[in-house]
């Protein structure tokens, strides 16, 4: 399927720990990066209106812009189901190799493979590390972002990744 839109190497994965720090994140990515905007647990009005800043800032900035959970009108395609119609970028998460053949069949655009590294998200959840994620990914037909635990660092030491993603490794790099 033709994508609208490049895929992105640096991508921001969006939930409720970022708080306040969400919209700075999205102004100083760097241009062209992707977010993956989730935001589950807040309330659909408040949802609506943060996602409608964050997609401000995202359109200003080039940034790729997806949907997880209910649909938002004005995202660059879809995390975690397909696309309408096949019209944006669609991606999903995948933990397994079946989850990977799975997504490859339903056409995704791209996945999000993790735990590679322990991480914030989910504690104390077992990490695939190097060697099993290199052993999911081999033969994956369709690009693979790295997901959990994720900095730029540990991203140049895995390989066959088309990218990255991760949530505090962009609020580490606020603070700093």
Known sequence: MPRRHPLPHRWLMTDERLDDALLPIVRTMPR??????????????????????????????????????????????????????????????VHSRAERIAAERAGVDAIFVSPVFATASHPGAAALGRVRFGMLVRGARVPVIALGGMTAARARTLNGIAGWAAIDAWASELRA
């Open 32 to 93: 062209g990066s992707g977010i993956v905007f989730r935001h589950y647990a807040t309330p659909p009005i408040e949802r609506r209106a943060l996602f409608a800043a964050v997609r401000r800032i995202a359109r200003a900035r080039r940034h790729v812009l997806l949907v997880a959970g209910p649909v938002l009108p004005g995202a660059d395609g879809v995390h975690g189901r397909r696309a309408r119609g096949g019209r944006g970028l669609a991606t999903r998460p």
